[in-house]
């Protein structure tokens, strides 16, 4: 499906939009509905995964789905997509992911504009920000190469699990580390901390990048030999 950029560009902000939104507002309906930490960030993850098996089924077909400024990052160095629009799908996915931000607030009758006081940092969560986002990307590039039609739920699956098995509960994204800087509820970060998560996740996404590339490649046949006459 061919698509003007415009429309791209619409796709990729709206998508973050609403990726942003599940996160912090099932957080914020989670952290209300219990005081169990194990209940509230499974609340949060659920509706996450969900989510994104929806947003990439349906807008997939528009933009790619990326929503992360890390995937696009990859795809343009892979060159599946042209530098400048990659720059533009980065702009509009930090907008969106703002956007989702406030609007999650705004359901929740909370102060739109807020910024987050959650201590996220040290080398575990680094760590584990890197083992996010590489994961992620490897997901994607595998799914490519492999089942192109399962992706969606490939991510929403992976992202699914990722919550619980990384010390950062994953975020994997720059554009949502950024929204979440401006939320002072349970999916926050403190705007402090999220270079460091930046950097760890686009080393992740690089490695990831590196490693498909290689390991994903198709085989080149082996001549035969002929018997000598």
């Known amino acids: 499906m061919a698509t003007d950029l415009s429309r791209r560009l619409v796709a990729e902000a709206l998508g973050t939009a609403m990726l942003v939104t ?3 507002g099932s957080g914020i309906m989670a952290d209300r509905l219990t005081d169990d930490v194990a209940l509230s960030l499974l609340g949060n993850t659920i509706p996450t995964g969900a989510m994104l098996v929806v947003l ?25 997509i042209e530098a400048s629009t990659g720059l533009a799908y980065v702009f509009a996915q ?15 009758e ?21 083992v996010a986002a590489f994961g992620l990307v490897f997901t994607i590039l595998a ?4 089942r192109s039609d399962a992706i969606p739920w490939l991510v929403g699956l992976y992202i699914t699990g990722a919550y619980w098995f990384t010390a950062s509960t994953s975020f994997a994204n720059p554009a949502v580390a950024i929204a ?22 686009l080393l992740g996404a690089l490695l990831a990048m590196a490693l498909a590339g290689w390991l994903l490649s198709e085989s080149k046949p082996v001549p035969e030999m002929k018997a000598a006459e």
């Open 143 to 146: 799914g490519l190469r492999f």
């Open 56 to 80: 990439i089924t349906i807008l997939g077909p528009i933009s790619g789905a990326h929503f992360n400024p890390a995937v696009t990052l990859v795809f343009a160095l892979r060159r599946e």
């Open 94 to 108: 930090i907008l969106g992911g703002l956007a989702g931000t406030f609007l999650a607030h705004a359901m929740f």
């Open 180 to 201: 979440r800087a401006f939320s002072n509820t349970f999916a926050g970060i403190r705007p402090l901390d999220v270079p460091a998560f930046i950097v760890a996740e």
């Open 110 to 130: 909370l102060p739109i504009l807020q910024v987050s006081e959650t201590v996220r940092t040290g080398s575990g969560q680094w760590i584990a920000e890197l």
């Open 22 to 24: 599940a996160v912090i």
